[in-house]
């Protein structure tokens, strides 16, 4: 039965070629029908697609609240500075005050000799940001394996980083003269560099601290007399 059917097979006509419809494109391939899918067939789940849907909506909603809460912070942001400009344009065309302000301090020299010094001063403004200050000390320092006495004048002017007290706290720094007595009774005068801050105000007087260089090294701690306005 294999000989007649294979005979059959061979001898049979050559099946007619694929036409393709009338305005289909060219070149489809010869009996398979155009616009069949090749290949099996993928279907795309359900899950799938709520899941890209959800992760539009959450990305398009972010977008939308950082737009809008930059579009109403935009507007904040400048009238925030210019109210801050405004308050310090008022405090500078504001008459100063040229009340003295009277200082106590205490000095713990650090270097070449170690000791204590007590002092007094008067403080006065030269304008919102400067202050010109005096102050008289005595006390002893450690020299030579003994105590010898020391008495010192200085004249300071410090620059003030918030002159209207405006935080609690403010930088502060400045140079000026001293003049001191050495423990060989001779008067020597010096350089002074002064970096210090200034606190919050406690009751009538305001806390500082200050580092003064100058042919050694002071640290100091001082109260201040509170003033009217500003620091």
């Known amino acids: 039965m294999r000989i007649p059917t294979l005979r059959a097979r061979l001898l049979a006509p050559p099946p007619a070629p694929y036409a393709a419809p009338h305005g289909a494109p060219q070149g489809a391939p010869q009996g398979t029908p155009l616009g069949a899918p090749q290949g099996p067939v993928r279907t795309v789940r359900p899950e799938a697609v709520s899941l890209v849907r959800s992760l ?5 909603r972010s977008r939308l609240r950082k737009g809008i809460r930059s579009a109403l912070l935009a507007p ?9 400009l405004d308050a310090s344009a008022t405090h500078a065309q504001a008459p100063v005050s040229r009340l003295p302000q009277w200082e ?9 000799a170690t000791g204590a010094l007590l002092g007094a001063g008067l403080n006065v ?7 010109v200050g005096l102050l008289a000390s005595a006390g002893a320092v450690r020299a030579r394996d003994t105590w010898q006495p020391e008495q010192r004048v200085d004249a300071v002017v410090r620059f003030q980083f918030d002159p209207f007290a405006q935080r609690r706290r403010a930088l502060y720094g400045g140079a000026g003269v001293g003049v001191r007595r050495d423990v060989d009774g ?19 007087v305001v806390p500082a601290a200050e580092l003064t260089l100058g042919r050694g090294l002071r640290l100091g701690v001082a109260l201040r007399g509170r003033r009217a306005e500003g620091r």
Do not use: I, N
């Not at 539009?56 to 398009?60: A, E, H, I, K, Q």
């Not at 403004?125 to 202050?131: E, F, P, V």
């Not at 970096?195 to 009751?203: D, N, S």
């Open 186 to 204: 001779d008067v020597v005068g010096t350089l002074l560099l002064v970096v210090g801050v200034e606190g919050a105000v406690r009751g009538r």
């Open 125 to 131: 403004r030269a304008g919102w940001y400067a202050r």
């Open 56 to 60: 539009v909506r959450s990305l398009v």
């Open 76 to 84: 904040a942001l400048p009238a925030a500075v210019l109210a801050v």
């Open 104 to 112: 106590l301090r205490a000095d713990a020299p650090l270097s070449p």
